[in-house]
């Protein structure tokens, strides 16, 4: 939580998420992460059944919309990219949006890996931001992974992840390893050093620009000649 407090990301907001909960899939990292969210938000929780993934993996999107139609206060909805267009689809066969109050804010992750799905982001974004009524600066991505203690956030269109204090980003070369200029692309480098039982450098096949700061990069994706991997795949596998 260091991080959301360093990085600005929303706080003191009800949580929804569309993953499952920890206990329906104590294997996912994931579903972790959101856990340890809802215990945080638990003082100023709207339901006491936050997480909108069933055990069956089948996205609640009933309870979800009666739940938003019935607020009075800003929220923060948590979930995967492909949750979220599972989501905005239940609402097209409705013919109807989800506007959420002033101060709401909205967070994706894990892209469209080996789901089949390729959509850009701003298109994407601008269906979120047509479904929810939320500018586009309200919309937050997170970028990590299971093998990494630390996670990275941006907000809106076109900006630089950020990165906590104890971490080093650099983007290199794939072929030489060695660290691009400003302004050039390759494969995600990290040092992380909450990574205290395990490996604090990682190496990735994902693809990002390099930025002038350690501390920041401009990611693209996934390199597609790599392996899809991601610790939102199995949630992504259950919805497709």
Known sequence: MQAWQQLRLPENLPCLFLTQSSQDAPSSSLSYMMRVLADRS???????????????????????????????????????????????ESLVTKSMGLPLPDGSALLETGGYKGSGRHLQKNDFYQQLSQTFSLPSSCIHNEYSMTELSSQFYTAGLNQAHRAPHWTRVQVIDPTTRLAVEPGETGHLQFLDLANLGSVAALRTEDLATATTSSQSFKLLGRDPSALPRGCSRSTDEMLD
């Open 42 to 88: 638990s003082k100023i929780s709207i339901t006491d059944q936050p997480f909108f993934i069933t055990a069956q993996g089948e996205l609640d999107s009933a309870r979800l919309i009666k739940i938003c139609q019935s607020l009075d206060q800003p929220i923060l909805i948590l979930g995967t990219a492909l949750a979220f267009l599972h989501l905005i």
